[in-house]
């Protein structure tokens, strides 16, 4: 064993006396070494097969001596603290948490991430930004009067010195539903990605996640979408979304359904004849949660689904389970679709 391997083997065993003193970033690094690997799989199969058979807890220190036996001799030697069996649950399951699901048949369609759940106004040269995290919504009112919703996982942004002097343009990443102040004097612009979305007066949602088509909806009054890509203009009437599609084309779907694409502003999930994918990407996003698919045939699976957002994870999966099979939770972090 190299002296670099034993450091990181030490640091393994640090984390197990204090499993808040590493990150789960940290933590997958120092996975990455075959040989921590291989003797945290020592105490973690070692503990799986003692709590099937309700035995006591296995001796941590004796799975690593037997371990380091295994392996011939250096000069370097490892300190080996005593490890609380407490602790090494905590961080061997962190670890098999977040890891990827070692399987060629599964996949890994939505990631969580650790960024501080709060919703965050700041100003970036002249810039007003306000974001939105998981799990949250935010209702503002910009200076000319407009009203935006923020989904989950969104962010806004403005000029503060130009907006409503000489312009109306803001920058959308993420959901929106506005309702726009009128002013003939400066049309209200929302740059979204490849789209941009030019009105007078009215009331639209945008959605623009990177995993996903960007689509306008409008709700009231009219709208001109453009196409970055290709200069494209369409002007669409209430009842009618565009979509860019892959190729950088929009198209027009006409009589869509208004409920679906505004649900989200009413605390609940509506989905009408949705992918399972897309269904618990959208779980994903709100719960801040890894979603993987182990049986990569049932991501395109179409269903009919309504739950409230207000409801937790697992009551969700559990409503959902009643039209789809084999959907399950881990530990709150990771939903799995197959066996």
Same mark, same amino acid.
């Given at each position: 064993?190299?002296?670099?391997?034993?450091?990181?083997?030490?640091?393994?065993?640090?984390?197990?006396?204090?499993?808040?003193?590493?990150?789960?970033?940290?933590?997958?690094?120092?996975?990455?070494?075959?040989?921590?690997?291989?003797?945290?799989?020592?105490?973690?199969?070692?503990?799986?097969?003692?709590?099937?058979?309700?035995?006591?807890?296995?001796?941590?220190?004796?799975?690593?001596?037997?371990?380091?036996?295994?392996?011939?001799?250096?000069?370097?030697?490892?300190?080996?603290?005593?490890?609380?069996?407490?602790?090494?649950?905590?961080?061997?399951?962190?670890?098999?948490?977040?890891?990827?699901?070692?399987?060629?048949? %599964?996949?890994?369609?939505?990631?969580?991430?650790?960024?501080?759940?709060? +919703?965050?106004?700041?100003?970036?040269?002249?810039?007003?930004?306000?974001?939105?995290?998981?799990?949250?919504?935010?209702?503002?009112?910009?200076?000319?009067?407009?009203?935006?919703?923020?989904?989950?996982?969104?962010?806004?942004?403005?000029?503060?010195?130009?907006?409503?002097?000489?312009?109306?343009?803001?920058?959308?990443?993420?959901?929106?539903?506005? *309702? +726009?102040?009128?002013?003939?004097?400066?049309?209200?612009?929302?740059?979204?990605?490849?789209?941009?979305?030019?009105?007078?007066?009215?009331?639209?949602?945008?959605?623009?996640?990177?995993?996903?088509? =960007?689509?306008?909806?409008?709700?009231?009054?009219?709208?001109?979408?453009?196409?970055?890509?290709?200069?494209?203009?369409?002007?669409?009437? =209430?009842?009618?979304?565009?979509?860019?599609?892959?190729?950088?084309?929009?198209? +027009?779907?006409?009589?869509?359904? @208004?409920?679906?694409?505004?649900?989200?502003?009413?605390?609940?999930?509506?989905?009408?004849?949705?992918?399972?994918?897309?269904? !618990?990407?959208?779980?994903?996003?709100?719960?801040?949660?890894?979603?993987?698919?182990?049986?990569?045939?049932?991501?395109?699976?179409?269903?009919?689904?309504?739950? %409230?957002?207000?409801?937790?994870?697992?009551? *969700?999966?559990?409503? !959902?389970?009643?039209?789809?099979?084999?959907?399950?939770?881990?530990?709150?972090?990771?939903? @799995?679709?197959?066996?």
């Amino acid at each position: 064993m190299n002296q670099d391997t034993e450091k990181k083997i030490s640091r393994v065993l640090d984390a197990l006396e204090n499993p808040s003193a590493i990150t789960s970033d940290e933590l997958k690094e120092l996975f990455k070494d075959e040989e921590c690997q291989k003797a945290a799989r020592a105490i973690l199969y070692g503990r799986e097969a003692l709590a099937r058979s309700k035995g006591s807890l296995p001796d941590a220190d004796k799975e690593w001596d037997t371990f380091r036996k295994r392996r011939k001799k250096h000069s370097t030697t490892i300190h080996m603290l005593r490890l609380s069996s407490v602790a090494a649950c905590i961080l061997f399951f962190l670890y098999f948490a977040l890891r990827p699901v070692d399987s060629d048949d %599964s996949i890994q369609v939505f990631e969580a991430n650790s960024v501080t759940q709060v +919703v965050k106004q700041e100003i970036v040269d002249d810039q007003q930004i306000i974001s939105v995290p998981r799990g949250l919504q935010k209702r503002i009112i910009l200076p000319d009067g407009t009203s935006v919703i923020l989904n989950a996982d969104s962010r806004l942004s403005y000029d503060m010195h130009l907006f409503g002097e000489k312009n109306r343009t803001v920058n959308l990443s993420g959901e929106g539903f506005f *309702v +726009v102040s009128k002013d003939s004097l400066h049309p209200f612009i929302v740059q979204s990605g490849k789209i941009n979305t030019c009105v007078l007066g009215t009331s639209f949602n945008i959605r623009n996640y990177r995993s996903e088509s =960007p689509n306008v909806t409008l709700f009231s009054g009219s709208l001109q979408v453009a196409s970055v890509t290709d200069k494209e203009n369409l002007l669409i009437k =209430p009842g009618e979304q565009v979509e860019l599609n892959k190729e950088g084309e929009l198209c +027009v779907k006409e009589n869509v359904h @208004i409920a679906d694409a505004k649900s989200w502003t009413e605390q609940t999930f509506f989905f009408d004849n949705k992918t399972l994918k897309e269904i !618990l990407c959208e779980l994903g996003r709100w719960y801040n949660v890894n979603v993987i698919f182990k049986d990569k045939d049932r991501m395109n699976d179409r269903l009919h689904f309504k739950a %409230s957002r207000d409801e937790s994870l697992n009551s *969700v999966i559990e409503l !959902l389970g009643f039209i789809s099979d084999d959907i399950s939770i881990i530990d709150n972090k990771t939903i @799995i679709v197959g066996k």
